[in-house]
T-cell receptor, first 113, second 113 residues
Framework: GENVEQHPSTLSVQEGDSAVIKCTYS??????FPWYKQELGKRPQLIID?????GEKKDQRIAVTLNKTAKHFSLHITETQPEDSAVYFC????????????FGTGTRLLVSP | NAGVTQTPKFQVLKTGQSMTLQCAQD?????MYWYRQDPGMGLRLIYY???????DKGEVPNGYNVSRLNKREFSLRLESAAPSQTSVYFC????????????FGPGTRLTVL
């Protein structure tokens, strides 16, 4: 089955810096890759996703890139702000039929003012 | 729409006690999931239901049972709680189609003494 590895487990940056979180997946048939943000004490919420027919997707200060050959995808946050502090989870699944989302173990991002 | 709702929000049990966590969604989604979240372990799938009338084991099903009561409701039961089941439990449902997003409930924080 699918296995998703996520690095780093913790990431500390200064406000205004960029942050990059990386994930690798094992199932070459996976073609849907979402990222979830979980603020302290809250539920995970989808912030951006990408499908395998696209190499990059942007939404304001966040972007996701996908390298299908290497089987890895990354979340990029530019101009970080304190409110970006949260735990971020990557996930992967096949987009056809019924398949389960497989999550990475999460990255705790701390943005210091 | 209320989205995905869970009850209770908090619960303390003694070892050996039983309880049922309730989950409901009003988005007419076919698939529903139960996860547990432990520090450093990410989101681990306990059970899922691809559609009304079906349930399947996830990654960590031991000690749990589920019931898909109808399309809206998916409950998780602990028959004989153990301290190892102390965790935060999230229910989720999946929107499929063009936008493939998993919606999470607010979570239940369970402590087993």
């Amino acid at each position: 089955g699918e296995n998703v590895e996520q690095h780093p487990s913790t990431l500390s940056v200064q406000e205004g810096d960029s942050a990059v979180i990386k994930c690798t997946y094992s199932d070459s048939a996976s073609n849907y890759f979402p990222w979830y943000k979980q603020e302290l004490g809250k539920r995970p919420q989808l912030i951006i996703d990408i499908r395998s027919n696209v190499g990059e997707k942007k939404d304001q200060r966040i972007a996701v890139t996908l390298n299908k050959t290497a089987k890895h995808f990354s979340l990029h946050i530019t101009e970080t702000q304190p409110e970006d502090s949260a735990v971020y989870f990557c996930a992967a699944k096949r987009d056809t039929g019924f398949q389960k989302l497989v999550f990475g173990t999460g990255t705790r991002l701390l943005v210091s003012p | 729409n209320a989205g995905v709702t869970q009850t209770p929000k908090f619960q303390v049990l003694k070892t050996g006690q039983s309880m049922t966590l309730q989950c409901a969604q009003d988005m007419n989604h076919n698939s529903m999931y139960w996860y547990r979240q432990d520090p450093g372990m990410g989101l681990r799938l306990i059970y899922y239901s691809a559609s009304e009338g079906t349930t399947d084991k996830g990654e960590v099903p031991n000690g749990y049972n589920v019931s898909r009561l109808n399309k809206r409701e998916f409950s998780l039961r602990l028959e004989s709680a153990a301290p190892s089941q102390t965790s935060v439990y999230f229910c989720a449902s999946l929107r499929t189609g063009q936008y493939n997003e998993q919606f999470f409930g607010p979570g239940t924080r369970l402590t087993v003494l």
